[in-house]
């Protein structure tokens, strides 16, 4: 019984102590301190001047020539039926 009444004791000397030294700083109004920086100004935005930039020229590019098969192929038409003579079916 007399430790409830001693830890008691103690938690309210502790309260007592640290209590009014946190609420001290809560209740005063806080300090006015002046803006570091002026109001803002409205300015009108700068135009950056255009850059001249030259024209690019496509690089170089290496192909063989086209060669032409010798051979005649002749082919159907895409989405129609072959003719007669080129029909391998009958």
Not at 64 to 87: M, Q
């Amino acid at each position: 019984m007399s430790s409830f009444f001693l830890s008691t004791l103690v938690f309210f000397l502790a309260a007592l102590i640290l209590v009014p030294q946190g609420l001290a700083q809560y209740h005063l109004n806080p300090a006015y301190e002046p803006p570091v920086n002026g109001p803002p100004v409205n300015k009108p935005p700068q135009k950056e001047t255009p850059v001249h930039k030259p024209p690019q020229k496509e690089p170089p590019r290496h192909k063989p020539p086209h060669k032409k098969s010798h051979l005649h192929v002749t082919k159907p038409s895409y989405g129609k039926h072959p003719t007669e003579e080129h029909n391998i079916h009958f």
